[in-house]
């Protein structure tokens, strides 16, 4: 069976505007890097166009639907439009595509939903997905639409009765829980850093039967997640056992990334990604937060290659060719001022160094193991 690589042509581009930390592009330089080095075919690319408003109102109210579209269209609201659906205010601004854009990502989520359903494929990466802050009335941490909650409310609609949430994003999903709270068919672990906007999912709400959460702490290191990977989130989902899993895999816990101060390997990262994604044997991969555009580029390149079971082709260097992509990319930021540093771009897999578990990260795995009986 194969599995696909879902996207959209209007990523090619699409920017936030000027000051704002995705004012970069991540998505089409991901699958230039594939197509590049030849790991992904023709065959196995689904282009989506932007789902409609009524596909988007399983969770999302009417009237703000219709709102983003307004300030597509005209490129600007009333003042009292801007404030009561926080739109053009703030982090989330009114951009060229700002309805298009995360309606594309929407409709590939939920579209990839009907695909795992009806057994057209086990395995599918969504690297324009994961934005899992959009409230259902209103924007919120550059999230404008919610995909994560509409695919995983697809996965009820198609009769997936044990859905597991996993979120890797620095930041914690706090629109996502606060939805499915307490609902006995949605699983839902987070793993972030602690006292991180939007300073949610605090490890005493695992005592809730649905939520893992688990806030680490700052320079949060390869060995530390390892560790964690291993104490608690297989041994969860292993008794879980879910029949869809869902991974939101925003890479803006790597180190070098300017959002957070965890300091991830990619090579982590994708072991990470390598243990859950056959949890089930269904399977959605999400991109997320990533605000470097040349780590977060090559990172979720990587992720088809770790979907595929193929992570031995990220031993080898960058060609020319890949190089020439991410130099290409536009960054304004401190860390590139004297150029964009070679370790970004000799090679795809990062340096791991071994670093201590810490006592912190110790007392949160015994704490939570106390509260699941693990």
Same mark, same amino acid.
């Given at each position: ?18 000051? %704002? ?30 789902? /409609?408003?009524?596909?988007?109102? !399983? ?36 951009? @060229? ?30 690297? /324009?997905?994961?934005? %899992? ?15 994560? !909650?509409?695919?995983?409310?697809? &996965? ?25 709270? +307490? ?55 292993? &008794?879980?056992?879910? +029949? ?29 990604? /390598? ?6 044997? $269904? ?14 580029? $090559? ?10 079971? @193929? ?20 960054? @304004? ?6 150029? !964009?540093?070679? $370790? ?31």
């Amino acid at each position: 069976m194969k599995n696909f690589l879902f996207s959209s042509k209007i990523f090619k581009g699409s920017r936030y505007g000027e000051g %704002h930390p995705l004012n970069i592009d991540r998505v089409w330089p991901s699958l230039d890097l594939l197509k590049i080095m030849n790991w992904v075919s023709n065959e196995q690319l689904v282009f989506n166009e932007p789902a /409609s408003i009524d596909e988007l109102t !399983i969770f999302h109210d009417i009237d703000y639907l219709r709102i983003l579209q307004k300030a597509e269209k005209f490129q600007d609201l009333e003042l009292k439009e801007k404030k009561k659906y926080n739109l053009g205010v703030g982090v989330n601004p009114i951009f @060229k595509e700002v309805y298009s854009r995360p309606a594309s990502a929407a409709k590939s989520s939920m579209r990839a939903i009907e695909f795992l359903a009806s057994n057209k494929a086990e395995k599918i990466l969504n690297f /324009s997905g994961g934005t %899992h802050h959009g409230r259902k009335n209103f924007a919120s941490g550059f999230c404008f639409l919610n995909d994560c !909650i509409l695919a995983i409310l697809k &996965a009820k609609e198609f009769g997936f009765n044990k859905i597991l949430y996993i979120d890797l994003d620095a930041h914690h999903c706090d629109a996502v829980q606060d939805y499915f709270l +307490d609902n006995d068919n949605v699983q839902l672990i987070s793993i972030h850093e602690k006292n991180k906007w939007p300073r949610t999912g605090k490890i005493e709400e695992s005592k809730i039967n649905n939520l893992m959460n688990i806030p680490v702490p700052e320079n949060f290191n390869d060995n530390e997640m390892l560790f964690i990977l291993n104490e608690l989130i297989i041994p969860y989902c292993k &008794a879980v056992n879910p +029949d869809i899993t869902i991974i939101q895999a925003g890479t803006d816990g790597l180190k070098d990334d300017p959002q957070s101060k965890m300091i991830l390997s990619n090579s982590t990262y994708w072991h990470t990604i /390598s243990m859950l994604k056959d949890i089930s044997t $269904k399977t959605l991969i999400l991109g997320g937060g990533g605000y470097n555009p040349y780590i977060t580029a $090559k990172a979720w390149a990587g992720n088809w290659l770790v979907l595929n079971s @193929k992570e031995k082709l990220l031993q080898s260097k960058l060609n020319d060719e890949c190089k020439e992509i991410l130099r290409s990319l536009k960054w @304004k930021n401190s860390r590139v001022r004297n150029g !964009i540093p070679n $370790k970004w771009l000799d090679k795809w897999i990062d340096d791991e160094v071994e670093m201590q578990i810490r006592d912190e990260v110790n007392e949160i795995v015994l704490y939570i193991q106390k509260i699941k009986k693990l």
